[in-house]
């Protein structure tokens, strides 16, 4: 009988720091809530402990939300211009905004002035720049000035001016910086994607990632090797142990050298919450695998003590996918191998039992996350694996290495990209997969669903993997569901013309030209998405990619265009903004896609399409923050199958306006709604248009507020039905008695 006591005293403190916090988490806080009342069945001794820990954990929940009114939170409702010193706790990292990319980063007020007030403070929060603050260096002390407002991970204080630097980094973060610094110069001369990798694996830096990478790891359930995590610091970790072995050491000396290689670790990647997270889940599974409930006592002390003292990690999903992973390890991952190694050597039944337990307790929570259940996140997992450890070793001595003798350290890192080549081979190559992942809801029963089915494979499969037999079939099973395209029944509906792909907060649009062809125009924000979308469509060739402006929502999901298809011709706007839109395209693309133009035209049999806008003499540079980039959308007037269909990009109301003076009286059968539905548009000059169906393609639950009520009313008042993504899925228009209608996946 497992020794469970202290992992229920840590969910009960956890619970509680849930529901005190208020976060709707409320899955989660029932499973504690549940693991409580199983563990106190017996004793009142325990039942009075894991009481007062949900207690203690609810009060600092309440504690760290702030319930009341404090200065800080007053001004962030208020939305005030503020003054602030703050702690810079981790590297920026650069987020898809709307327009461009902003630099965010995690902070610690120190002080803050505002309307008149001035107080000094310890308070976590983040600050958003623009690319002058993509340099500045952890453990800064920074002053600033901004808009100070409320969001989801607490005060986020938006500037536009550079940070103005009071004091550097300390000597650690300093030490730490050189030797990350000459990570990155022992692999200067490596390719491009190795050469972005290989500090992500030894230090979490990811900010080199291309989207297409980010993308497929993603895909593929691997996105844990490029951030910091417990993988990571196992790996150092273990490394050093087995290296102090090796040189006769003993007894508590190995306890030291690990000590030590856990602080060496932590310091390297920086003594921020998620690293110190990594180091903690590391040890346990290196603990967890020689002796279980060691391991589980350990898991249960470090979640108390994490969540007793750094309460701001239970409402965080990297802390959830930490422990899930780790427990997943330590709870299912020595049955596995037990029953492996009936007909497996030890450590071949390891190398399966570990990454797919772990991505099996990880499952629930990766698909509340991103609506997907990956089917190829164990076997990648597992492909992958060999050129880990080597990667990262190698990575590390690379960087240790180059502060003294710099050619010998490009040489280590040049080994090390060899590794680093393999396990992007494995990502690329696994996503490519027909079926690489399945969609999967996100609300509580299909997620209460997918835990039960978890809870089963985990009580099921330890006694069918004792058995060869078993263990081939499921393997054979597993290649015939990723290899084999399963046709999605009654989808695509016979006769369709265009369909609007469920992109979420994003465009992605298919028109047919015949039997596996289409014209793709936008691509939404997620290559997976866009790629399921045209698997389901079986489009196998695009006859004409065309990209309607270079925001995010619309290009960064390019490259799964391209997976496995063949792809004619490429339009863009003429307004080359902003510019990280601009290089994903020509990352993807490899040349200079045509520009499109007003007067422009394209047929495809007897689809035709007529460009209306941008003007051929449009500007072609801009800002450089994309502000202007929506007003210089790509809008086609489309004509197939009998009907009109306007393509309208996110054009403002000044470019509607422009575009009705244009093209007087114009009429359309099918209208894609501008900008998702925003509120800002030109309402005359829509209900003029006369549209029978009018589609927004915009994604649940979006910051957004797509599509505005106003919007919605308007267009109802015009007589046109209007559909969905976000509550239709793919929306499909067909021609039934020579009038357009449209059809969805859940209607």
Known sequence: MRDYRLCAVAAAAWSGALIGHGKAHWAFAAAGVLLILLACSRRWTAAVVLGMSLSTGAWLGALHSGGGPTP???????????RVVATIAAAPHAVVGRYAARWVMPVEFRSVEGRGTAFDLVAEGLISGAESWSQVKA??????????SESGDGPILSVSVPPAVLASPGPWRRAAEGVRGSIRRSVASAPEEPRALLPALV??????LSPQVVADFRTTGL???????GTNAAITIGFVVILARRCGVRGRGLTLAGGLAVVAFVGVAGPEPSVLRAAVMGSIGLIGMADRDRGLRALGGAVLALVLFQTSLAWTWGFALSVAATAGILIVGPDWRDGLMRWLPRPVAEAIAVPAAAQLACTPLVAAISGQVS???????????????????????????????????????????????????????????????????????AIGCLVVLTWLVAALSPRLLRRRWIGVVVALVSVMVLTIRIPVLGWPPDGWVLVACDVGQGDGLVLRTGDGEAVVIDTGPDPTLIDTCLTHLRIKHVRLLALTHFHADHVNGIAGVFRGRQVDAIWTTRLQDPPGGVRVVDEAVGHVPEMAAAGGHAEFGDVRLDVLWPLPDAATAGPGDGST????????????????????GDLQPEGQAALAARVPGLHVDVLKVPHHGSRYQDGPWLQSLGAAVAIISVGAGNDYGHPARSTLDLLSRSGARVVRTDESGEVAVVVRQGKPEALCRTC
């Open 203 to 208: 230090d979490g830096e990811r900010t080199s």
């Open 375 to 445: 089917l190829v996140a164990v076997a990648a997992n597992i492909a992958a694996e060999p050129a880990v450890a080597p990667a990262t070793i190698l990575g590390l001595l690379a960087g240790l290495t180059g502060l003294v003798l710099p050619p010998v350290g490009a040489g280590i890192g040049s080994v090390a990209c060899v590794f680093a080549s393999w396990i992007l081979w494995v990502a690329h190559h696994g996503a490519d997969f027909p079926r690489a992942a399945i969609g999967w809801g996100t609300g509580a029963l």
């Open 72 to 82: 800080l939170r007053e001004l962030a409702a208020a939305h005030a211009q503020v």
């Open 139 to 148: 453990g800064s002390l920074i002053e600033a000035s901004g808009q100070i």
């Open 223 to 229: 996105t844990h090797l490029a951030a910091v995590s």
């Open 629 to 648: 980039a929506n007003e210089s959308s790509v809008v086609m007037l489309v004509h197939a199958a009998g009907i009109s269909l306007l393509l309208t």
